[in-house]
């Protein structure tokens, strides 16, 4: 699949509209484009008025607004139903201001619309009934047609109605992330089953990470063509891999999925945590934005990339749980860090952690338009 994007109209969510000079706490003028934005200004290491901000997993669990939207219903169930879908992928932007929605859904919707046995349980993550570890298990990974996910379609045409000029970020998980939860069975601290069929069958865990850039690649396809204008790959447990390792047995499906939807022209993010070591690699496989967490300062981290990308980072989640003061004094080292880089977006190092005061989140927005001001 390759092309423009196609923009598909939904019906409009019952939400208040995000749109040109509706004001979300920063200034969006009339006439502002999506392509013009800060946000995909950043990406593609333009000059921006500000420097941009976003967080990752800003849609959920530290807004009180969230929790009521979904009480009752499970993760899963909730990443199927496009009103609530559009609900909660609105809520950040609205209270926050910030400069991009992302997609609220999970990394493992895909897995499930094929028909993985799994469910994500609370206080525990994605749990799969049958691990893959053998051949023969790969017959149930079939792959993802875009009727699977027509959910997806949907929800996205009616954000990208409600969002106006502001981004929405679509998302998938990496082949090595979504691998390690289908042979673990779910989460893991040191994925010695992952490992175990990485070294000792290194032709069925190359199969294996196959299957899942093609089932990858047509979710992130299904994103931009309904309307995402940037997607991020995320390698959550990646960092658990030596760079040698990961350059031979990682890198080639994460390269393919990010050559699978270059020619959309959207800015691609690779983003994983613990990669301080991997930094280099994972600009190396294709993306525009390379994440950083809050191990490498954000000038380090631009030496280990290299020239020719944006950086997307990188805040101490938590640090926002510290007194104001010292959250802007933390968020300033971090601006300190990226000052000189040809494209810096703002986010944490990770995801914001579920008590989090939602307004030290506004707060901060605010701090960093407001210094960064040009």
């Known amino acids: 699949m390759a092309g423009n994007p196609r923009r598909r109209r939904g019906r409009p969510a019952v939400a ?13 003028l009339r006439g502002v484009t999506v392509t013009d934005s800060t946000f995909l200004r950043a990406c593609r290491g333009e000059p921006v008025p500000h420097t941009p901000v976003w967080f990752m997993r800003q849609a959920g669990r530290s807004l009180p607004e969230y929790r009521k ?17 559009t609900e909660i992928t609105l809520q950040p932007v609205r209270r926050h201001g910030v400069d991009a929605a992302v997609y609220f859904s999970d990394i493992v919707v895909p897995l499930k619309a094929i028909g993985v046995d799994l469910d994500i349980k609370p206080g525990v993550g994605p ?12 017959a149930r990974l079939r792959p993802l047609e875009p009727d699977d996910v027509a959910y997806v379609t949907e929800a996205i045409g009616m954000v990208t109605a409600e969002l106006g000029p502001t981004p ?5 998980g990496a082949p090595f992330t979504l691998a390690s939860y289908l042979v673990e069975g779910g989460p893991s601290r040191n994925h010695e089953h992952t490992k175990a069929l990485m070294y000792g069958d290194p032709e069925l865990w190359a199969d294996l990470l196959d299957r899942l850039a093609v089932i990858t690649s ?13 997607v991020q790959l995320f390698d959550s447990w990646v960092g658990a891999l030596a760079p040698a390792d990961y350059r031979r047995s990682v890198m080639p499906a994460s390269a393919r999925v990010f050559d699978s939807v270059a020619g959309y022209g959207v800015p691609r993010i690779h ?36 020239p020719g990308k944006a950086l997307q980072g990188n805040l101490d989640p938590a640090v926002l749980f510290a007194p104001p003061h010292a959250v802007e004094e933390q968020a300033r080292r971090v601006l300190d860090a990226a000052s000189g880089l040809p494209g ?12 989090t005061d939602p307004d030290a989140l506004t707060r901060l927005v605010a701090y960093v338009h407001e210094q960064t001001a040009r």
Request: glycine fraction near 14%; charged fraction near 20%.
């Open 168 to 172: 929405l970020v679509g998302f998938a």
């Open 127 to 138: 749990v799969v009934a049958q691990p893959i570890r053998t051949r023969a298990d790969l």
């Open 218 to 230: 047509t979710f992130l396809a299904v994103q931009i063509e309904a309307g995402a204008s940037a």
């Open 16 to 28: 208040t509209p995000v749109s040109a000079g509706h004001s979300t706490g920063h200034g969006r």
């Open 271 to 306: 983003f994983g945590v613990g990669t301080g070591e991997l930094l280099g690699l994972l600009g190396e496989a294709g993306a525009d934005v390379v994440g950083v967490d809050w191990r490498v300062p954000l000038d380090e981290a631009a030496r280990r990339v290299g």
């Open 344 to 355: 810096h977006i703002f986010n944490l190092g990770h995801g914001v952690l579920p008590d």
């Open 69 to 85: 939207a979904r009480e009752g219903i499970a993760m899963l169930d909730s990443c199927m139903r496009p009103e609530l879908v």
